[in-house]
Nanobody, 123 residues
Framework: QVQLVESGGGLVQAGDSLRLSCVASGRTFSSSTMAWFRQAPGKGRELVAASNWSGATTYYADSVKGRFTFSRDNAKNTVYLQMNNLKPEDTAVYSC????????????????WGQGTQVTVSS
């Protein structure tokens, strides 16, 4: 059974930092595209950051460029999202996602999803 489990969310003030982690179990995703999505109350799900298997190709939403960094440790089957200079508009449930196929698109085609971790940024 494949599971993605996120951790690291919390309540912080504007300007603070958080590091989210997502640990995968049940299969290896070392050759797979993985991503972080977020969903704020009353809004649709948004792709925040994504990475191919090696980390050589990445995507960041314009709203987080320069503040968020996606990284992965394939040996640990874990991905991270370092979030710096957080803003109230970053408040959302953050979920990681993974693909089965090798070399998939960064933007779509995710097969597995975690339950998410809440990030709340106060002003």
């Amino acid at each position: 059974q494949v599971q993605l489990v996120e951790s690291g969310g919390g309540l912080v003030q504007a300007g603070d930092s958080l590091r989210l982690s997502c640990v995968a179990s049940g299969r290896t995703f070392s050759s797979s595209t993985m991503a972080w999505f977020r969903q704020a109350p009353g809004k649709g799900r948004e792709l925040v950051a994504a990475s191919n298997w090696s980390g050589a190709t990445t995507y960041y939403a314009d709203s987080v460029k320069g503040r968020f960094t996606f990284s992965r440790d394939n040996a640990k089957n874990t991905v991270y999202l370092q979030m710096n200079n957080l803003k109230p508009e970053d408040t959302a449930v953050y979920s990681c996602a993974a693909q089965i196929r090798y070399g998939g698109s960064l933007y779509s085609g995710y097969d597995y999803w975690g339950q998410g971790t809440q990030v709340t940024v106060s002003s």
